[in-house]
């Protein structure tokens, strides 16, 4: 499981890896991504990823293939893809107590991303969030990003 580090791919070149989620996965995953990402601080891609596969762990269970998935968009997102292949158990949102150990991984998700959503497939589905590329990456060189990951416009692309 290694990948080239993040300045070698042409922008929008997806990364993928296919696993099984296992704890021990989590932190290798994201030691991954963090090589892939070369010196690109992401920080918030990777805390979406994590939390993305602990959901499938926790609510599917230890064992579920799941298909990872990062790619760039021209608009300077990072579209962060997980897919596994139990069609009706989507992620629901939780309001976690304060005192609540668990909980929070989707709204963590909904805070970082500027969307999320769930795709249904023929065999699976697809959980999905966009979030700002980390700075440098996804954007031509020297074209600084767009304060929140927005268009020149103030919109988000494709939301709403």
């Known amino acids: 499981m290694t990948a080239e580090p993040f ?53 599917l269970g230890e064992g579920t293939p799941v298909g990872l998935r ?3 968009t021209d608009c300077g997102h990072v579209r962060v893809e997980l897919s596994d292949p139990e069609p009706g158990v989507w992620p629901t949102p ?8 668990s909980g929070r991984g989707l709204a963590l998700v909904g805070a970082l991303a500027s969307r999320w959503g769930v795709e249904q497939g023929v065999r699976g589905k697809t959980v999905w969030c966009e979030l700002p590329a980390p700075d440098g990456w996804g954007r031509p060189e020297g074209e600084p990003a767009a304060p929140g990951g927005r ?7 494709g939301a709403g």
């Open 151 to 157: 268009t020149e416009a103030g919109a988000v692309p």
């Open 70 to 72: 990062v790619t760039g």
């Open 7 to 59: 300045e070698s791919f042409e922008p929008f070149e997806p990364f993928a890896l296919e696993l099984i989620a296992v704890p021990k996965a989590v932190p290798q995953v994201r030691q991954i991504l963090r090589d892939w990402c070369g010196q690109v601080d992401a920080l918030h891609l990777l805390l979406c990823v994590s939390e993305l596969l602990a959901n499938v762990i926790v609510h």
């Open 94 to 101: 939780r309001a976690a107590g304060i005192e609540d150990e």
